[in-house]
């Protein structure tokens, strides 16, 4: 099974920019179509779903949470087995761990990641 590689977080104040960067390891890259999501302690706690926050297909089209609109950036790059999420104006609210995770439709889906921890303060 494939686990994807998260990094790139880190602390920032309200307003700045982080790049995070998701690998796909391996010989054998499969076309995933990847997803960004993120996920706070405390809904953790409560059992509550990952909160979908970016997505790239295969084909390159993009889709994003309302939430993030006009401030993340979905890209990835082919030869680098690398999609980034370039996050600026970054909010207290964006606070949370967050995952990469990858589905192709011949390789099925990929585990779940350590994650990368974003922290913004106010």
């Known amino acids: 099974q494939v686990t994807l590689v998260e990094s790139g977080g880190g602390s920032v104040q309200t307003g700045g920019s982080l790049r995070l960067s998701c690998a796909v390891p391996g010989v054998n890259y499969c076309d995933y179509d990847i997803t960004w999501y993120r996920q706070t302690p405390e809904k953790e706690r409560e059992f509550v779903e990952r909160?979908?926050?970016?997505?790239?297909?295969?084909?390159?089209?993009?889709s994003y949470a309302d939430s993030v609109k006009g401030r993340f950036s979905i890209s990835q790059d082919k030869s680098k087995k690398m999609v980034y999420l370039q996050m600026n104006g970054l909010k207290p609210e964006d606070t949370a761990m967050y995952y990469c995770k990858g589905f192709a439709l011949l390789c099925g889906a990929t585990d779940w990641g350590q994650g990368t921890q974003v922290t913004v303060s106010s």
């Open positions: 909160e979908f926050v970016a997505g790239i297909e295969h084909d390159g089209r993009t």
